[in-house]
T-cell receptor
Framework: DQQVKQNSPSLSVQEGRISILNCDYTNSMFDYFLWYKKYPAEGPTFLISISSIKDKNEDGRFTVFLNKSAKHLSLHIVPSQPGDSAVYFC?????????????FGTGTKLQVIP | DAGITQSPRHKVTETGTPVTLRCHQTENHRYMYWYRQDPGHGLRLIHYSYGVKDTDKGEVSDGYSVSRSKTEDFLLTLESATSSQTSVYFCAINSSPPGTQYFGPGTRLTVL
């Protein structure tokens, strides 16, 4: 049962344009939602997160939007840069017996074309 | 950087052999995790630890065991490696806000 879904395996965007990465979830108990970025041969790195009580969080060029009624979140990158080319993982966490259990999506590979 | 190292970084082994992967952290974090990353599956939790000698299973724990004898070290063992365990393995520790984790650089394991 895939509780966190990223339905687009890949996305290509021109440099300077907006990149929009999408993610859907099924578990209403998730209380934090996160995006991670991964370059080849490196570990994932935390990018941005949002609490379930908010609908938007912004950090520089990166903005995450949360639509709880639709169980959907998205990551907007504006403007997109070639260095943003990477795999982006959506993740959601819920308190599980005292620790925050994190569930990851399958990832979306973003290619920013110069 | 969170101070997480993994060893080895690459390993090729044969089916049926035991393999141990090591994760070392310098942050004194209580929680440590082992994930595997496979195409089409994202990151899946194998085992986690919430303290010395305290471990629990994740969603894909079959065929794996872990040990944590010191706060800084978390070992993942494949008792008898199979080709289905060919993967990239990541270790992680908790950070904040909740759900945030720092990941090590990964170990690429190939089981022939």
């Amino acid at each position: 049962d895939q509780q966190v879904k990223q339905n687009s395996p890949s996305l290509s965007v021109q440099e300077g344009r907006i990149s929009i990465l999408n993610c859907d979830y099924t578990n209403s108990m998730f209380d934090y939602f996160l995006w991670y970025k991964k370059y080849p041969a490196e570990g994932p790195t935390f990018l941005i997160s949002i609490s379930s009580i908010k609908d938007k969080n912004e950090d520089g060029r990166f903005t995450v939007f949360l639509n709880k009624s639709a169980k959907h979140l998205s990551l907007h990158i504006v403007p997109s840069q070639p260095g943003d080319s990477a795999v982006y993982f959506c993740a959601a966490s819920a308190n599980s017996g005292g620790y925050q259990k994190v569930t990851f999506g399958t990832g979306t590979k973003l290619q920013v074309i110069p | 950087d969170a101070g997480i190292t993994q060893s080895p970084r690459h390993k090729v082994t044969e089916t049926g052999t035991p393999v141990t992967l090591r994760c070392h952290q310098t942050e004194n974090h209580r929680y440590m995790y082992w994930y595997r990353q496979d195409p089409g599956h994202g990151l899946r939790l194998i085992h986690y630890s919430y303290g010395v000698k305290d471990t629990d299973k994740g969603e894909v724990s079959d065929g794996y065991s872990v040990s944590r004898s010191k706060t800084e070290d978390f070992l993942l063992t494949l008792e008898s490696a199979t080709s289905s365990q060919t993967s990239v393995y990541f270790c992680a520790i908790n950070s904040s806000p909740p759900g945030t984790q720092y990941f090590g650089p990964g170990t690429r394991l190939t089981v022939l």
